[in-house]
């Protein structure tokens, strides 16, 4: 059951064809990864899925409607939703604040002028549980900008996870943390996930990760797929351990 | 040596990005940093050239303490450097890119041995820039952006060149032409540091790497020491 | 600790009416223990705050720097003064009554203009503006006045409850209009705290953070901004709609951009990063001007000298530099 | 006829002054990023030196011919003091939010309109010996001062000599290269202090320049440089901040629109220029030759 | 209306006007004496009189553009103070201090101003004032703080008729504005009858639009049958006066009228100057030599009508006619290394008023007078002045004698004065309103009650 479809879809920047006739299916449920060196082109097909860029050609298909040129918004309420690879928070509001913006924006309350935000106790409520889901339950107060790093990943994620996507794009949410943190994260985030019944595509890097949490596995080159499947066929996949570690492809 | 870094902390606005990190470039040699994105790499790179002001620790060059030297004044001992996003000057022409770097050389001590004419160096590492001399930054394309960069930074006759990410976004036969290049340079009694991210990449270039994960060194060695250490393998695989 | 859903984190509104109680305590006393004139400088200064809270929903909340602020403060004014020439009852609730519309009407016009910019862009157009504005009220003599301005007398109070005449009209006038000027400041206080506490305060301020990721949060950016436009400017209109009877007349002074440097400037100077930063900053302002040119016939040196100065050492405004002090104390002590 | 002839020349002398002025303001925007409120104030100081200078230069007896060497002093001082300035006041500012740029540019002003005030004086100060050294030629039976005939060139000749010094000079490229990437000219070995001050004293030069030239056809009042400032402030938002060839078009527009004001619609003079400013804005936030 | 209009001879109407060419006019003028202002009170004053000082403030420009007037202000108030001063003070005791405000920090600021000086700063006395924005600004606030005021300049219509049209407590000696307007026609019908074509060049405010109004309005009456040709209007502080010239130049008027002053003035005629426009036309001014005379340069064209605001010109009346003139342009010389203007003998008489008001009221009531008493003998008190007699009618409008002239360069003087053969000297009430015409908003709308008082009574002359 696919939930989104892109149809030969294409993006070039100069000379360089960062999305090259991608034909990429998400099914309603899993828990996907893509991965793929740098500059492989992952960020750039979830900027053309999340209409933060426009695609050069090809077709979107989101419950099977064409979404193509849909704008940002249309597309968040159609229910596709992404975090940032690097963490895009509002640093001056409140870790609170923070998620409870998704869920005024995504009510439609974001317009509200005369309510106290804090004074909405079913958006209270809802804030959070979403953060004791994430595990930030006591850094409620704390404004986002002084956060630990893997806490403002979490966070990044719990203000995207907020606005009750049906599709999540979460683009390196483990970068730039250490080790041990990373297998908390992705704890977190994995069954906060799975619970919720959301739909994730995770871009990653670290393999480990990947196998362990992924229920299918894409891997991009140079703007296109190389690899699809379990986790144990891409293990198998000889090909994709040497583009992984920097090999040229030839040898 | 030509270069020691030697404990270095620096910090980007409130994030403290590298912790106490050490190295070192010496004649004639090409160094690479290894690391994922975000590892600190391009942060090492930029403390040795002046772009971030570290907190604590020292720099060295040619034995002289430069820590605390603006950008330019390091550029001018012999530093030169080619970013990732190459840093082209969009609204200047190539000649007018590498002319900066020329006029600069003229006043240095390396520069201005041999007959001055720092750019016919450059010029025989990547002959295809003579091409572009009249074409303006903005319109050249990835590849040529950093083939000028680099031959800019050469035509400040530097003692050491820095490339960060030289070869990303590169179509693999360019990156062969882009390695054999690095070759020359070094020839040419240049020596070099490399930031990658591509390890086998680093590998084949490289007489010692470094590789970077968190802010921290976490390996120092030769290439293939690092590549059958399993540990290193899994840090830079993530 | 489990933070309890039902209750807010702060109590907010509580600690808001706390922290006002004995500031206000003090303004409602103040005129038995000072003399008209300087009633008649904090109405000037309460009056300054409101335009500079309203400016600094758009620069601090809002992340946009309007170099031309002095169009809704004057548009705010010449509207009392032609509701006086044209129009019957001076009644000041008359005059706030149309005043507001009018304001507000003129804010959302040129702010639906001007959000299309950010940045400096939106500076220069917020100001180019203001200045079209101005020409035309200072060559439109036959309507305006040109630089002669309009009177604008001593309206009634209250619906004409209060009316002022008679030897002492002018000392009774001062003293009735600080009460009247302090009430719609408390009440302009409250608003704009909601306001900014509101669930719209929020957007703005993501807004001002993270552009990119508030507009992944499904939010319409420029219909944010432009309604912060609107309230910013209608804010500051009001200012003008207060300001004048206490002044008695408006001239094209008050629409030039060097009065919208003045409104930036008291923003600054309080501290934009604050709420009541702009409060601060106004009042200080109106005392800091008052008494440079009271001082010397240098006054302009004087206070350029000041500015310069604040901005180099209170990079955060006197507010921001307060609060950090306080921070400081505080720390030291534990 | 002639009449036209006259009022064409008119609009170029005005557009030479405006041009001086606002391609100081629009250069020193391009390098620096900073949109300097002091430069009007800048225009009227190198009025005030030059009138002095003049003043100075008559009472010890200097030949007429001799006293238009006084007119490059009127300029460097101002350019002398741009270059205390930018260190001192600014430098600090750079890496702050772009209010407070704004915002101690502001101060300047005020400081300097009293200075002026402190050291000359109330009374308007005139330089128009300088006028007089020249004849007045006739143009189809009407006067016109061949003072003004080089104020005009003056214009020309200044606009060419930046567009040499800018697109076709080592220092040129310097400036450039830093306006386009502070850091990266930094890196490769341009002193990015220095190439800042040179910019914002050349900027300041045009100013006082501007100044310098004017103050013989008309006089240094007190109050000239915020009038001037506004104006060169419309010019650069139509011509677009940072753009040379704007300033230029941008100063032609403005002064061929403000004598067909004067001409034909005296009553709308002002508005129509700050309209124009708007619309140019509106549909181009770069102004006709800017870029973002 | 019109049809009714009489109609008399031109010559025999300036003559019922009182013109008078030359300055042999000087009506009015009381004894050819010593300076009787610099003399201390006969008598002593009457009883107690405290020691304090008493404490004026003069606002003007002090800065901007308008401080070319300023200065000559704050210079012509501080000399009436310092001779004050030397004799004891005011009553010979109370010793003059005074403190300034700038006009220039907005009419919003003046207003201010006023009241930090009499509610914080306590003044006895409010003085000065030259723009005709602020008078209307300020002088309702006077009033209702009771301010006692001498008004130096600001000398709009506006103020009497409408601002504060039953003033208690603000005074005003300067000439009332629309004199000038008429005064500058009058010389013109006196000089150039011949005059058709008329082009316009005012600064765009009250001042020039008032100019405007009334100079064609009495010129319409004294030479009938002229045409407007080209109108301009500059905005207030502009110097770039190119194109305004050659537009006036294309229409090819017989007479400029022109009523922009100061910095504006010496910008406007150095460019007309080399433009050729003195040539080419007569030129006629309101305000020309208003400026500090210093200011303005030996180059100067001689023949223009360079009026002084109706008011004083430090050469009239001249030599040893009238030495009060003689000896104050002396002292003033001394004192500040220039010559006075207007604006200099307005703040200086201004005191001299205020000490002559408290002299005759000590003299009745004995003491320090109350305010009420101080004013009860400046309305209606008349005084010799350095630019001859001043007369304060009873609703607190100053008359005196309104003085225009010709440009001329003389020997002497480092700038162009006035001709002193050609010196115009007209009886202001015969040229203004008389005391007691209804003010506009009342029987007629006019703009102003001069206006109407033209309209209603001026015959059409012919020939």
């Known amino acids: 059951m696919a939930l989104l479809k892109t149809v030969n879809l294409r993006k070039q920047f100069g000379e360089t064809r960062a999305c090259d006739g991608v034909n990429f299916v998400v099914n309603k449920g899993e828990f996907l990864s893509l991965v793929g060196s740098n500059g492989a082109g992952k960020t750039t097909l979830v900027n053309l899925i999340s209409a933060h860029l426009q695609p050069d050609s090809g077709q979107i298909l989101f419950d099977d409607r064409d979404i193509t040129f849909t704008t940002v918004t249309d597309r968040i309420k159609a229910g596709i939703v992404r975090s940032f690879q690097i963490v895009n928070l509002f640093d001056g509001l409140s870790v609170f604040d923070n998620v409870a913006l998704s869920i005024f924006s995504r009510d439609g309350k974001a317009v509200q002028m005369a309510a106290l935000a804090d004074h909405d106790y079913d958006v209270r409520r809802e804030a959070i549980e979403v953060l004791g889901e994430f595990g930030l339950t006591n850094k409620i107060e704390v404004p986002a900008g002084g956060l630990a790093q893997g806490e403002r990943k979490l966070l990044d994620v719990a203000v995207a996870y907020a606005l009750r996507p049906r599709l999540l794009f979460l683009d390196e949410p483990t970068s730039g943390v250490s080790t041990h943190e990373k297998a908390q994260i992705m704890d977190t985030v994995s069954s906060v996930v799975r619970r919720g019944m959301v739909t994730a595509v995770v871009i990653e890097h670290d393999m480990d990760v990947v196998f362990r949490y992924s229920d299918r596995i894409v891997m991009m080159h140079e703007g296109s797929f190389l690899a699809d499947g379990t986790p144990d066929e891409i293990r198998a996949n000889k090909g994709v351990a040497s583009i992984l570690l920097g090999a040229p492809l030839a040898s | 040596m030509l270069l020691e870094v030697k404990g270095i902390n620096t910090y980007r606005g409130p994030a403290h990005i590298l912790h106490g990190v050490s190295i070192s470039v010496d004649k004639d040699e090409v160094v690479a940093l290894v690391g994922r994105n975000g590892a600190g790499r391009t942060t090492i790179i930029e403390s040795v050239t002046g772009l971030l002001p570290v907190r604590s620790g020292q720099i060295l060059f040619r034995d002289e303490e430069i820590t605390s030297l603006p950008p330019h004044r390091r550029a001018k001992r012999g530093i030169g450097y080619a970013p990732e996003n190459s840093g082209i000057f969009p609204e200047l022409t190539v000649a007018e890119n590498l002319m900066i770097s020329r006029w600069l050389a003229q006043k240095t001590e390396r520069g201005a041995a041999g007959d001055g004419n720092t750019e016919a160096r450059a010029f025989t590492v990547f002959p295809e820039v003579r091409q572009l001399v009249d074409r303006q930054g903005q319109n050249l394309s990835g590849g040529q952006k950093k083939m000028v960069a680099i031959a800019r930074a050469m035509a400040l006759a530097p003692y050491l060149l820095i490339l960060d990410e030289a070869f990303e976004g590169l179509a693999p036969a360019v990156v062969k032409r882009f390695r054999e290049a690095v070759m020359t340079i070094k020839a040419m009694g240049i020596s070099l540091l490399i930031a990658e991210s591509n390890l086998v990449s680093a590998a084949t270039m490289a007489d010692r790497l470094y590789v970077v994960d968190r802010g921290e060194i976490v390996f120092h060695g030769k290439p293939q020491q690092a590549l059958a250490d399993d540990q290193v393998m899994r840090t830079l695989r993530g | 600790m489990k933070p309890d859903p039902n209750t807010p984190r702060n109590r907010s509104l509580l600690r808001l009416a706390a922290a006002m109680a004995p500031i206000l305590l003090l303004l409602i006393l103040l005129p038995t223990f000072v003399e008209t004139y300087q009633i008649q400088l904090v109405t000037y200064g309460l009056i300054a705050a409101i335009a500079a809270l309203g400016f600094n929903l758009l620069l601090g909340y809002t992340g946009l720097l309007s170099f031309g602020h002095s169009a809704y403060f004057g548009i705010g004014a010449y509207t009392v003064a032609f509701v006086v020439q044209h129009l019957g009852p001076h009644s000041m609730e008359f005059y706030i009554l149309i005043g507001i519309p009018v304001v507000a009407i003129v804010s959302a016009l040129f702010g639906y203009i001007c959000v299309r910019h950010t940045r400096i862009f939106f500076g220069i157009l917020t100001l180019a503006i203001s200045q079209v504005v101005y020409s035309l009220v200072l060559k439109l003599y036959w309507v305006t006045g040109g630089s002669d301005g309009l009177r604008v007398p001593r309206p009634a109070l209250l619906l004409g409850l209060l009316n002022f005449s008679g030897p002492r009209a002018f000392q009774q006038f001062i003293t009735s209009y600080y009460y009247y000027v302090l009430a719609i400041f408390v009440v302009c206080v409250v608003l704009m705290w909601v306001v900014v506490h509101s669930p719209f305060g929020k957007a703005l301020q993501a807004i001002r953070d993270n552009e990119v990721r508030a507009r992944f949060l499904g939010l319409s950016i420029r219909r944010f901004r432009w309604i912060s436009f609107l309230v910013s400017g209608t804010f500051t209109g009001l200012a003008g709609i207060l300001w004048v009877p206490l002044n008695g007349l408006t001239t094209p002074d008050v629409l030039y951009w060097t009065f919208s440097g003045e409104i930036v400037f008291s923003a600054l100077l309080g501290g934009f990063r604050n709420f009541t930063g702009p409060i601060v900053g106004g009042i200080v302002f109106t005392y800091l001007k008052t008494y440079a040119v009271a001082t010397t016939e240098y006054w302009q040196l004087l206070l350029g000298v000041v500015l310069v100065t604040l901005v180099l050492v209170l990079p955060t405004g006197i507010v921001g530099g307060l609060s950090m002090l306080g921070l400081r104390l505080s720390k030291g002590r534990s | ?292 | 209306m019109e049809k009714t209009t009489p109609s008399v001879n031109r010559r025999a109407f300036l003559n019922t006007l009182g013109v008078t060419v030359g300055g042999t006019g000087l009506i009015g003028a009381g004894l050819v004496g010593g300076s009787q202002l610099l003399k201390a009170a006969q008598d002593p004053a009457k009883g107690r009189v405290p020691d304090t000082p008493f404490k004026t403030g003069h606002m003007t420009f002090l800065t901007g553009a308008g401080a070319v007037l300023g200065e000559p202000s704050i210079k012509g108030h501080t000399m009436a103070a310092e001779e004050i001063n030397a004799q004891g003070g005011l009553l010979g005791k109370r010793k003059i201090e005074t403190i300034t405000a700038d006009e220039a920090a907005g009419t919003d600021a003046c207003v201010k101003e006023v009241r930090r000086m009499k509610l914080d700063a306590k003044i006895d006395m409010f003085t000065g004032v030259i723009s005709s924005g602020t008078s209307p600004a300020v002088g309702p606030v006077a009033e209702e703080l009771g301010l006692l005021t001498i008004l130096t300049d600001g000398c709009t219509d506006f103020l009497f008729d409408k601002a504060i049209p039953n003033p208690k407590y603000v005074f005003r000696i300067t000439n009332i504005q629309s004199s000038d307007g008429i005064t500058a026609a009058i010389g013109v019908a006196q000089t150039w009858p011949h005059v058709r074509k008329i082009a316009h060049i005012h600064p765009d405010y009250a001042y020039g639009r008032n100019a405007y109004e009334h100079f064609t309005l009495a010129l319409e009456r004294l030479v009938p049958g002229t045409e407007i040709v080209s109108e301009s209007w500059p905005k207030l502080f502009t110097t770039d006066f190119t194109a305004h010239i050659t537009k006036i130049m294309s229409a090819q008027p017989d007479l400029l009228v022109a009523s922009v002053w100061g910095g504006d003035y010496v910008a406007f005629y150095k460019q007309a100057l080399r433009y050729g426009l003195f040539d080419k036309m007569k030129v006629a001014s309101t305000i020309a030599f208003g400026v500090a005379p210093h200011a303005i340069g030996k180059d100067h064209p001689e023949g223009v009508l360079a009026g002084v605001h109706s008011n004083y010109y430090f050469t009239y009346p001249g030599g040893d006619r009238w030495p009060l003139n003689k000896s104050f342009v002396q002292r003033y010389f001394k004192r500040w290394n220039e010559y006075p203007n207007f604006q200099s003998e307005g703040a200086y008489m201004a005191l001299y008023l205020l000490k002559s008001a408290i002299e005759r009221a000590n003299k009745l009531t004995g003491g320090w007078p109350e305010d009420e008493a101080i004013i009860s003998q400046l309305e209606g008190i008349g005084i010799d002045a350095p630019s001859g007699y001043l007369y304060m009618r009873p609703d607190h409008q100053a008359y005196k004698d309104a003085v225009t002239g010709f440009s001329k360069n003389l020997p002497g003087y480092e700038f162009a004065s006035w001709d002193p053969a050609r010196i115009i000297t007209i009886p202001i009430r015969n040229i203004t309103a008389p005391l007691g015409w209804p003010k506009p908003g009342t029987t007629h709308n006019e703009s102003t009650a001069a206006a109407n008082w033209i309209k209603t009574t001026w015959p059409k002359v012919v020939g």
């Not at chain 4, 009472?59 to 490059?72: E, K």
């Not at chain 4, 001082?77 to 600014?90: D, F, K, M, R, T």
């Not at chain 4, 938002?237 to 032609?252: H, M, N, P």
């Open chain 4, 1 to 292: 006829m002639a009449f036209l002839t006259i009022q064409i020349l008119n609009s170029l002398l005005y557009a030479s002054v405006l041009f001086l002025i606002a391609a100081g303001l629009s250069l020193i925007f391009g390098v620096m990023r900073i949109i300097n409120l002091a430069h009007g104030s800048l225009y009227a100081v190198g009025a005030y030196v030059t009138a002095w200078l003049v003043g100075r230069g008559i009472a010890l007896g200097l030949p007429s011919g001799w006293l238009f060497l006084l007119l490059p002093f009127g300029a460097l001082s101002v350019a002398l003091i741009g270059i205390v300035i930018e260190p001192l006041l600014l430098r600090p500012f750079y890496r702050r939010a772009e209010e407070y740029q704004l915002l101690v540019t502001f101060g300047l002003i005020q400081i300097l309109e009293d200075s002026i005030r402190l050291i000359w004086g109330g009374t308007p100060l005139s330089a128009d010996a300088l006028m007089d050294a020249l004849p007045i030629i006739h143009v189809g039976g009407l006067l016109y001062p061949a003072y003004n005939l080089v104020v005009i060139g003056i214009g020309v000749v200044a606009a060419l000599a930046l567009w040499v010094a800018i697109y076709h000079t080592k220092f040129g490229v310097m400036l450039r290269a830093t306006s386009q990437d502070r850091r990266m000219a930094s890196a490769l070995g341009l002193n990015v202090g220095l190439v800042y001050v040179m910019a914002f004293g050349i900027g300041c030069f045009m100013a006082g320049l501007g100044g310098a030239i004017v103050v013989p056809t008309q006089a240094a009042v007190l109050g000239m440089g915020i009038d001037a400032l506004v104006i060169a402030f419309v010019v650069v938002v139509i011509g677009g901040l940072g753009s040379l060839k704007g300033a230029l078009v941008g100063a032609l527009v403005v002064s061929f629109v403000r004598t067909a004001g004067i001409q034909f619609f005296p009553e709308l003079e002002l508005a129509v220029l700050y309209l124009i400013a708007a619309l140019v804005l509106l549909v181009r936030p770069t102004g006709l030759f800017g870029t973002a």
